[in-house]
């Protein structure tokens, strides 16, 4: 495409905003954030319903849902309910619904929602369980052996911890920790007088669910009852004299959001943990109660923690579903779980010895979880042992609570070579292991940079430096998540390897950009927010848009997990009505209505939620028959493009571009097994096969693409080796065993 071209293309759409502007301000044209959000959560909710998903992986959804409901609650219902406080009737994000409404709509959503998860897990799940020999019992199911067993437990591990807490005028109502189960303890004196209150917390260092003898149960493996049961049926022992008149479960969430006012910041690092003080502090904007609890154990509990009805969540049943994570955990019930895979070897490092003659020989992209995340580990560790590697730097933004990669960089330091860590301390919930890696490294003698206090650093990017025959050789990695082995198992991401001067000369440029003080490089592939990224966004989209109007190829699909930006809703808006075809797959929020005539009616919005969580962003443009892929950190929403420092850049070699459209895209857009389809409403539709067309589970696909190209490469690699070869023991093979260990 030439560049008078590629030019006019952006005047045009400069013009298009100038001129109609207001063609789609119309606040029907956009769904609401929240809402939007809490369908995603419902396609959470509706695996873990489906019966066709093993039965321990539906407990893990409840559980996945009920902890999305918490940050939700965490997050953004505080931030609401503040704004009501404050007395701001109109919401602000494009649809304009007053913030009265979205929280009386989050109100009735969540509760529906949670009636059906109770539902199901007390009319299918738990029956199911039952016949498996997995059984959970209340107080009034313990027989005479339970009762001794129970006893003893309490005793020996319970009552230590327990801390009566009074509440009257001596002993006002305690601070509860946010998230934490607690119960709320009616009695009396033995002679009689007013009633008395108290709360006891229940332990959050104990596990949730206790096992139970199995003894005169001979169809069962395990037995459970829940802590909260154990302490309701000994709370005689906690009040002694005392008159039990009845006891609640009940749960209280906090707001944890906060902001900070970037003018007067003089310690970042001090300023947060302040706030993190504060956060523990914060207001209640959820109360979850068990359906039993009278009227006026509820009202004692909405005046004390400052809440009115609309915040009460009524459960029928044990209070906080994250405590199935503990039985989804259960071994020996292969037949229960999603069949067990290995992350594969990529066939680009399985010829090499080492990550520098991998990397040099071709640009290597690498699927995660479906190949193995021990690459990038391996990348880092060996650069970190590497005598001939003068300094690494890496981004960090949310990593696991014993990080590899983290010993990796502190390793080099004491290995004597210079290391540079950039670590987000803004990273919403991770604030304060952030902080506690950020000491860590700075005792080894990593330099640690906390960025900018008016950004979050939310690339993902590493760079080595490394002294080799013909002199300093640098070696990039990018990728769309985060340097997190956890997460990587469990995440759908990309990760990309080059030496390639024009991405290393833009890496360096990233890392001085975010460490000292510099201008603006002008950058050779990287396309980076907040400066440049949703301009060359809304120009590519343009762009679609006049090649679409001069009758030629015109194309966008869109990976990513959140669409939210009015500027590029408009811009595909006027791309869909200038006949671009536009397929966006998004796994969580999306304010853009498809299909609406006149105004989206060539917009398809599919989102994926299976045994992965999506986390790819993929950005495809057709560009006249000429296509352009481009990968990052960076969804379409306003925080990613204007508040955050993102990085998408291109990917240019042809058989990883082919790769990424044939085995990613097409793939995902073919899904008809676990893809739903947004409706112009909003809601989400299922799609299932038609006719006699095959079943297409996109997550499966990538599996068996990832164990063939693995098997294919070791076939390959076994023809090539000697019987001199055999005797000995390649690196590559070792190297292999571990990472396979590690996955």
Same mark, same amino acid.
């Given at each position: 495409m030439n560049m008078d071209?590629?030019?006019?293309?952006?005047?045009?759409?400069?013009?298009?905003?100038?001129?109609?502007?207001?063609?789609?301000?119309?606040?029907?044209?956009?769904?609401?954030?929240?809402?939007?959000?809490?369908?995603?959560?419902?396609r959470v909710l509706e695996e873990g319903k489906d019966p066709s998903v093993p039965l321990l992986e539906r407990l893990k959804f409840l559980a996945i849902f009920e902890s999305n409901l918490d940050e939700f609650f965490m997050v953004r219902v505080g931030g609401l309910q503040q704004k009501f406080q404050a007395g701001v009737a109109m919401g602000s994000g494009a649809?304009?619904?007053?913030?009265?409404?979205?929280?009386?709509?989050? +109100?009735?959503?969540?509760?529906?929602?949670?009636?059906?998860?109770?539902? +199901?897990?007390?009319?299918?799940?738990?029956?199911?369980?039952?016949?498996?020999?997995?059984?959970?019992?209340?107080?009034?199911?313990?027989?005479?052996?339970?009762?001794?067993?129970?006893?003893?437990?309490?005793?020996?591990?319970i009552f230590p911890v327990l801390t009566p807490l009074a509440i009257d005028p001596v002993h006002p109502f305690p601070h509860l920790l946010n998230k934490s189960l607690n119960l709320v303890v009616q009695l009396q004196r033995p002679r009689g007088g007013e009633t008395l209150m108290a709360v006891v917390q229940v332990p959050a260092v104990l596990?949730?669910?206790?096992?139970?003898?199995?003894?005169?149960?001979p169809s069962c493996k395990h037995v459970f009852t829940t802590l909260e049961t154990i302490i309701r049926t000994h709370l005689p022992d906690l009040f002694p004299g005392m008159i039990i008149d009845h006891a609640t479960a009940f749960r209280v969430t906090r707001n944890s959001d906060f902001e900070i006012e970037d003018d007067d910041v003089e310690d970042l690092l001090k300023t947060i943990e302040e706030e993190i003080r504060k956060r523990r502090r914060g207001m209640a904007v959820r109360l979850q109660i068990e359906s039993s609890a009278t009227i006026d154990v509820e009202n004692f509990l909405v005046k004390a923690l400052g809440?009115?009805?609309?915040?009460?969540?009524?459960? $029928?049943?044990?209070?906080?579903?994250?405590?199935?994570?503990?039985?989804?955990?259960?071994?020996?019930?292969?037949?229960?779980?999603?069949s067990q895979f290995v992350s594969q070897l990529s066939p680009d490092f399985v010829k090499f010895s080492n990550p520098w003659s991998a990397i040099r020989a071709k640009d290597i992209l690498a699927h995660h979880p479906y190949e193995t995340f021990g690459h990038t580990m391996d990348f880092i560790e060996a650069a970190a042992n590497d005598d001939k590697v003068l300094a690494i730097k890496l981004t960090l933004y949310r990593t696991s609570s014993d990080s590899p990669i983290v010993r990796s960089l502190q390793r080099a330091a004491d290995n004597g070579?210079?290391?540079?860590?950039?670590?987000?301390?803004?990273?919403?919930?991770?604030?304060?292991?952030?902080?506690?890696?950020?000491?860590?490294?700075?005792?080894?003698?990593?330099?640690?940079?906390?960025?900018?206090?008016?950004?979050?650093?939310? +690339?993902?990017?590493?760079?080595?430096?490394?002294?080799?025959?013909?002199?300093?050789?640098?070696?990039?990695?990018?990728?769309?998540?985060?340097?997190?082995?956890?997460?990587?198992?469990?995440?759908?991401?990309?990760?990309y390897f080059t030496c390639n001067n024009d991405?290393?000369?833009?890496?360096?440029?990233?890392?001085?950009?975010?460490?000292?003080? +510099?201008e603006l490089p002008k950058w050779k592939k990287l396309i980076v927010a907040p400066s440049r990224l949703q301009d060359f966004m809304l120009e590519k989209i343009a762009l679609e848009a006049s090649i679409a109007q001069q009758g030629k190829p015109a194309r966008i699909i869109a990976k990513i997990n959140g669409l939210l930006e009015p500027a590029i809703v408009k811009g595909l808006y006027r791309a869909s009505n200038a006949g671009v075809k536009i397929d966006i797959i998004c796994r969580g929020i999306c304010n853009l209505r498809p299909g609406l005539p006149g105004v989206s009616e060539n917009i398809r919005v599919i989102s994926i939620v299976d045994r992965f969580l999506e986390h790819s962003r993929i950005y495809y443009f057709e560009n006249s028959g000429s296509p352009q892929v481009y990968i990052g950190s960076a969804d379409w929403m306003d925080r990613n493009l204007s508040r955050r420092v993102e990085v998408v850049f291109p990917i240019e070699p042809l058989d990883?571009?082919?790769?990424?459209?044939?085995?990613?895209?097409?793939?995902?857009?073919?899904?008809?097994?676990?893809?739903?389809?947004?409706?112009?409403?909003?809601?989400?539709?299922?799609?299932?096969? $038609?006719?006699?067309?095959?079943?297409?589970?996109?997550?499966? $696909?990538?599996?068996?693409?990832?164990?063939?190209?693995a098997q294919k490469i070791s076939v390959e690699?076994?023809?090539?080796?000697?019987?001199?070869? $055999?005797?000995?023991?390649?690196?590559?093979?070792?190297?292999?065993?571990?990472?396979?260990?590690?996955?």
């Open positions: 071209f590629y030019q006019s293309a952006k005047m045009n759409i400069i013009a298009t905003d100038s001129k109609t502007g207001s063609e789609f301000d119309d606040p029907k044209l956009y769904l609401n954030r929240e809402l939007s959000w809490l369908e995603f959560n419902r649809d304009k619904t007053p913030v009265k409404i979205q929280l009386e709509k989050i +109100c009735a959503n969540v509760s529906q929602m949670t009636t059906e998860a109770y539902d +199901c897990l007390h009319n299918a799940i738990y029956p199911a369980l039952e016949k498996e020999g997995i059984i959970f019992i209340k107080q009034a199911d313990f027989n005479e052996t339970d009762k001794a067993h129970i006893a003893e437990i309490f005793n020996r591990e596990q949730r669910y206790v096992p139970l003898p199995i003894e005169g149960r809440l009115d009805g609309m915040d009460v969540y009524r459960t $029928k049943g044990f209070l906080d579903l994250t405590g199935l994570f503990q039985v989804h955990g259960l071994p020996g019930f292969p037949h229960l779980h999603d070579k210079a290391v540079t860590a950039v670590i987000e301390i803004k990273a919403r919930l991770d604030e304060e292991r952030n902080i506690l890696w950020a000491r860590e490294l700075e005792k080894s003698g990593v330099h640690v940079v906390f960025g900018f206090v008016g950004l979050k650093t939310h +690339c993902k990017a590493a760079l080595v430096v490394r002294r080799e025959d013909d002199g300093l050789r640098r070696y990039v990695h990018l990728s769309t998540g985060n340097y997190n082995p956890q997460t990587a198992r469990m995440y759908t991401d990309l990760g991405f290393c000369e833009d890496v360096s440029a990233l890392f001085n950009y975010l460490t000292g003080y +510099c990883l571009k082919s790769r990424i459209i044939s085995e990613i895209l097409n793939v995902s857009l073919n899904d008809n097994t676990k893809a739903r389809e947004l409706q112009p409403d909003g809601s989400y539709k299922k799609i299932a096969p $038609k006719g006699n067309t095959s079943r297409i589970r996109s997550q499966e $696909k990538y599996l068996e693409l990832a164990t063939s190209n690699l076994q023809s090539e080796i000697t019987n001199e070869q $055999k005797n000995e023991k390649p690196p590559v093979v070792i190297k292999s065993r571990r990472i396979r260990k590690n996955n």
